[in-house]
């Protein structure tokens, strides 16, 4: 299976779009929101989180703007109606904000926004008039104008696992320079940190086991397409961590050693979910062999990248 889709997540798109900092490498700062590292499953009837992140956007979000020389002004607030007022109150022109995640199947500006019910997201917001704000979505909406009273109805938190009931509203200030070196080790360290955790809370390799056993208990026309949406995310976040590897090994904070065991395990992660997709492409359903030999490699390499 190849890789078509977009690496770069929405909550990094916000972020970036806020900054307008050219300095940035798109990838990198992606990598350093550690979201691509680690593996959760969530068992539900919805069948939307059946490989999803370990750690989702709105933890690692603050911790990469830091690493990049920005601060946060991070609020939380329980209901579209405060959120819609601490928006207000904030956003100023070349003052943007950053709203998630909500509920991208809420964003009524959506095309048939039904089918993305549940999906966390983020959106930039930039000041308009006293009535109106520009929304930037990075799903195909530029500076699409909308009035308060709409992002009140718009604003949703409550399906999204990963909102912890809360619209956060976020302001992004420069606050020093960065350095590339720290950038990248941290980076390192971060992904560690959540393969790590994935694994001993439980997820991790045991969420792609789990999640062979979960939908062996049903139909395959309920979970296929989410299955394979899920299955190029993951091919995503694979291909990050070669990327960080590269840099690594680049500026000497990886040894060739360590690089090559990390793109061994990597590349036939990636040769397993090119497989497990073409089979659901020619209904050929699920082959516990192949989530169990992705389940060893992910543990693996979280042993791997936990070396000290």
Known sequence: MRFYGNEICCGSYACLNAMQDPSIDLQLFEISTSTPFGIRHFENEHFDRLLTTYCDPNQGMDRALRLWGYDAETVRTGTAEEAVREIRRRIRPAFPVIVGPIDMGKLGYQIMPTLLKRMDHYILLE??????????????????????????????????????????????????????E????????YSADNLRAAEEAGEGSRAVKNCCRYLEQYKEYKWRLPL??????????????????????????????????????????????GKIYGNLQKGLGIEQES???MARLESTLAEILCIS
Do not use: H, W
């Open 127 to 180: 000041y308009c008039s006293d009535i109106e704000a520009y929304c930037t979505d990075s799903e195909g909406f530029y500076q699409y104008r909308l009035t308060y009273e709409e992002l009140g109805a718009y604003l949703s938190a409550d399906a999204v696992p990963e909102a912890d009931g809360c619209i956060t509203v976020r302001q992004i200030r420069k606050k020093r320079e960065y350095r590339m």
């Open 182 to 189: 720290e950038v990248l080790e941290q980076s390192l360290r």
């Open 228 to 273: 394979m949406y899920d299955i190029q995310y993951l091919k995503q976040r694979k291909l990050l961590m070669l990327l960080l590897t590269d840099r690594l090994e680049e500026i000497g904070k990886c040894t060739g050693e360590r690089a090559g065991e990390i793109r061994q395990i990597v590349n036939v992660q990636n040769d397993l979910l």
């Open 291 to 293: 989530f169990d030999e």
